[in-house]
Nanobody, 117 residues
């Protein structure tokens, strides 16, 4: 089993920044991907960003966040970060941390990000 705990959500004005963190614990495989998804009311859950295993793992971003969000990880701490800059109202959603390997998927409980003036 893998447990994921997110932190860092909150209310921010348009154009502002937030950093989300997710710590993984439990039986974490050496080869896995970690990342962030989000779900806004009435919409499907979508990929925000993901990063592969290791401190130099490949990254992948959703089109709507490219150039504004940056994902990074600290392998030793089993932690993944999402730096979100130039936030827009349409970024408002519940953000979920994800860890996946083989056919298994693990999710955090979610953290709310609200972008509003």
């Amino acid at each position: 089993q893998v447990q994921l705990v997110e932190s860092g959500g909150g209310l921010v004005q348009p154009g502002g920044s937030l950093t989300l963190s997710c710590v993984a614990s439990g039986s974490i495989p050496s080869l896995h991907a970690m990342g962030w998804f989000r779900q806004a009311p009435g919409k499907q859950r979508e990929l925000v960003a993901a990063v592969g295993s290791g401190d130099g793992g490949m990254t992948n971003y959703g089109e709507s966040v490219k150039g504004r969000f940056t994902i990074s990880r600290d392998g030793a701490k089993h932690t993944v970060y999402l730096q979100m800059n130039n936030l827009k109202p349409e970024d408002t959603a519940v953000y979920y941390c994800h860890l996946g390997y083989a056919s298994r998927n693990y999710w955090g409980q979610g953290t709310q990000v609200t972008v509003s003036s």
